[in-house]
């Protein structure tokens, strides 16, 4: 029996285990390979790993736990996971082993839900990215889309100004209110509300302009729309929804948050140090997080639930 099970091996996950390897408790961290940040050519905001590739960070990471002895690393995937009526959790595996932990923190990251435009998912993570704060950087002074509605999309259109002079909100068929055009046109952003048909631009990143950000994908060069017209621009703004990978969360009991319009995110809920309020169960990292993702708050996030957990495993849990 292991003292605890970590699920997850992106920045959350292995934070958590290292957490636990140096408090010298026996943890297995389950890695699927899944980390939502390997189809990014870079990682953006992470103090000490700027502008680092995501493939590189995840190499030095689990470098880094294993000269702990009391960390396993496993690839595989956790299918179901029962928590035990005296204590403790069985989690078994896709390929029918189980394992058995006294406590279990819960980092699988999240399932980004995109819009279905032709062409934005083999831009997604290059010129096409969800966070500016990520992503804006590499990607500035381009003339940039916002693909959302309502008061997200106008937020989002407004921040983005931050990183270029040209940002157009395209409301793929929903009309704004007035109250929101008067809010764009003080803020210096254009819209455009027709249906959006598709992204066009060169099937390679290297074929057409980019900053070495475009990512191995395509890049993109136009907005098409359902009438037939188009709008230039090189790098495009989306909201995507966050939802659970897998029922894990659901089947131990703990508690989602719904989306909502601004946050579109389905987060379990836990407290400051991540407790998900089911004995012996944390959650940390993009899928504990009801607002926008980051690599930080990840990492931040897997240390104080690996800390709690520690703290529970040293007082008998």
């Known amino acids: ?9 992106g920045p959350a996950g292995l934070s958590a285990g290292l957490t636990l390897a140096r408090a010298r408790r026996s943890t297995l961290v389950v890695d699927a390979g899944q980390q939502s ?60 082993s189980s394992e058995h932990a006294r406590t279990m923190i819960l980092a699988p990251g ?8 032709p ?11 969800h ?17 959302a509605t309502g008061a997200v999309g106008v937020h989002g259109a407004l921040n983005l100004r931050g990183w270029t002079d040209s940002v157009t909100l395209l409301t ?9 055009r008067d809010l764009l046109t003080a803020g210096g952003v254009a819209w455009d509300e027709r249906p ?5 631009g060169p099937r390679a990143a290297s074929d057409g302009p980019g900053t070495g950000f475009d990512g191995p994908g395509a890049g993109l060069s136009a907005v098409v729309f359902a009438d037939g017209g188009a ?26 948050t719904a989306p909502d319009e601004m946050l579109s995110v389905e987060a379990i809920a836990v407290d400051p140090m991540g407790r998900t309020g089911v004995p012996g169960l944390y959650a940390a990292g993009d899928a504990a997080t009801p607002v926008p993702p980051s690599m930080a708050a990840a990492v931040a996030s897997g240390y104080l639930a690996g800390a709690a957990a520690a703290v529970e495993l040293a007082a008998g849990y």
């Not at 029996?1 to 091996?9: D, L, Q, R, T």
């Not at 990014?40 to 000269?67: C, F």
């Not at 793929?172 to 929101?180: R, S, Y």
């Not at 959006?196 to 066009?200: H, I, N, Q, R, Y």
């Open 1 to 9: 029996m292991k003292e605890s099970i970590v699920i997850g091996a």
């Open 131 to 147: 966070c500016p704060f990520c992503h804006g950087w590499e990607l500035r002074e381009r003339p940039m889309a916002v693909l």
């Open 231 to 256: 709008l230039d621009v090189t790098a495009m703004l989306v909201k995507s929804t966050l939802y659970q990978r897998g029922t894990l969360a659901r089947d131990l009991g703990a508690t989602l």
């Open 196 to 200: 959006v048909a598709a992204l066009d």
């Open 172 to 180: 793929n068929g929903t009309p704004l209110t007035d109250g929101q």
């Open 37 to 96: 940040n390997l189809a990014a050519a870079t990682i953006g905001g992470l103090l000490g790993h700027d502008r680092r590739p995501p493939a590189e960070y995840y190499a030095a990471a689990r470098a880094d736990l294993t000269a702990y002895p009391s960390v396993e690393l496993r690839s595989g995937e956790a299918v179901t996971a029962v928590r035990q009526d005296g204590g403790g959790f069985v989690v078994t595996f896709g390929d029918g």
């Open 110 to 117: 999240m399932d980004y839900r995109i819009p279905p435009v």
């Open 119 to 129: 062409g934005l998912a083999e831009r997604w993570g290059g010129s096409v990215f």
